[in-house]
């Protein structure tokens, strides 16, 4: 017999379902609450609401699990790479050698970009946000593509829009950074990988070819591995809540770039570097900083501390740590900010506030430290962890589809005026 619990309100009993996840996370089945007893729930951000049934991603905060479709984050970021791990996000399995090579060349295939819209990067300021011009560029290539303004019906619809999309972000990343910098742009090369091609069409200059170093690609597949999908975040929801209106893929991502953008989300990781800086150039001790963030009148907050779900480490974080260290040592580069980070984590450690409140680095504190060492330009962190973040926005953006979700639309309580008698003018 399923289980269920029961709720006394104006001197009734209702029952509700209770669901049980694959993982043992519980959840209490209200759709019918209002319905049924008139009340609706309040839940402000959304801290205990479950939108969906989800079999991408799972999390664990309390004991800082990570897991795409089943498989931990730390073995994903030690033996995959970021194709092979956008795949099984998308398909939700890992593929044998046939499908990782026939969804490469896909990528492949979708990499260059139509003529007429890379004319449209050079009307842009040289100063416009990578951000606002990657949500904007997203949107433009529907515009190209007329056939992915709709919800895909096949398989081999889906597998088509998805690739393009998944080799396009990037492709209008590094076009974006080519043009703020006034150099010319570098078409994709269908030999490089996808880490590689990134590098190149970032990097290349017409007399000197970016040569990838294995060291810097499999640092940006880590990177990238890392940021591929966390189940509900801002972003993600907002992915889902646009394309639940069935508003095409494109729009929909185009919307999650926009949240993803502000710096309490995937904006936190140039944050956090501009904050070290900070610490570095002003001279301050770190308790001016610490006296800040707790400071309820000020409105800092120390960056890449706290995460809505993991009151724990983020397993990302630590993964992220230990990178930054090998990749610094491998290239031979001496990075005084990430001292600076060491130091910072440590006094949070020690520090009540931060452990009372469970106030650990997350996956932004040390992922700007390991974009630095690849070299990717301190506005482009934000556009990275878009890409990254790709598969889990598309895999996320089917599953709703897929499960012919109602369109988002939650309620509220009013607390304005009642109704009252419309004042002329003259009497106001
Ligand atoms: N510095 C100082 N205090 C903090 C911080 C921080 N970074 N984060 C949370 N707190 C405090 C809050 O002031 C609050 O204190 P109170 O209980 O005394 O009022 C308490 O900790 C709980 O914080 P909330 O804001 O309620 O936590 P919420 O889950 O809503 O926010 C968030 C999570 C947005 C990540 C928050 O911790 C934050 O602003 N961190 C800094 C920005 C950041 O690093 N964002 C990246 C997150 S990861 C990602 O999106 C990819």
Sequence with gaps: MSKSATLNVDGKSFEFEVITGSENEKCIDIQK??????????????????????????????KGILQYRGYPIEDLAEK???VETAYLILYGELPKAEQLRDFSARLKEHAPLNTNL???????????????????????VSCFHPEVLEVPTTGAEFDRTASLLLSKVRTIAAF????????????????????????HMMFSDPY??????????????????????HEQNCSTTTVRVVGSSRAN???????????????????????????????????????????????KNDSFRLM?????????????????????????EALNINDNLLKIALELEEATLNDDYFVSRNLYPNVDFYS?????????????????????????????????????????????????????????????
């Design 118 to 140: 890379e004319h449209h990067f050079s009307g842009l300021p040289n100063n416009a946000p990578p951000m606002a011009i990657l949500s904007a560029m997203l949107n433009l």
């Design 176 to 199: 974006a950074y080519r043009m703020a910098c006034g150099k010319p742009i570098n078409h994709p090369n269908p030999n490089l990988t996808y880490c590689g091609n990134f590098l």
């Design 249 to 295: 893929l494109f729009s929909s991502v185009s919307a999650g770039v926009c949240a993803l953008w502000g710096p309490l989300h995937g904006g936190a990781n140039s944050a956090v570097i501009a904050m070290l800086e900070d610490i570095k150039d002003s001279g301050r001790p770190l308790t001016y900083y610490l006296d800040k963030a707790k400071d």
């Design 208 to 229: 000197q070819e970016y040569e990838v170093s294995p060291i810097i690609d499999k640092a940006l597949n880590l990177f990238l591995i890392l940021h591929a999908d």
């Design 80 to 82: 995959s790479t970021f």
């Design 33 to 62: 609450l209002r319905s049924e007893t008139g009340y609706i729930t309040l839940d402000p951000g959304f801290g205990n609401t479950g939108s969906c049934f989800s079999s991408i991603t799972y999390v664990d905060g309390a």
């Design 304 to 328: 890449g501390f706290g995460h809505r779900v993991y009151k724990n480490f983020d397993p990302r974080s630590i993964i992220l740590k230990k990178q930054v260290h090998s990749v610094l």
């Design 368 to 428: 700007g430290l390991l974009l630095r060492a690849i070299g990717i330009p301190l506005n482009m962190y934000t556009v990275m962890f878009a890409i990254g973040r790709m598969p889990g926005w598309i895999a996320n953006w089917k599953e709703l589809h897929d499960h012919k979700l109602r369109i988002s639309r939650p309620r509220q309580i009013y607390t304005g005026e009642t109704a009252r008698p419309y004042v002329s003018i003259a009497k106001r």
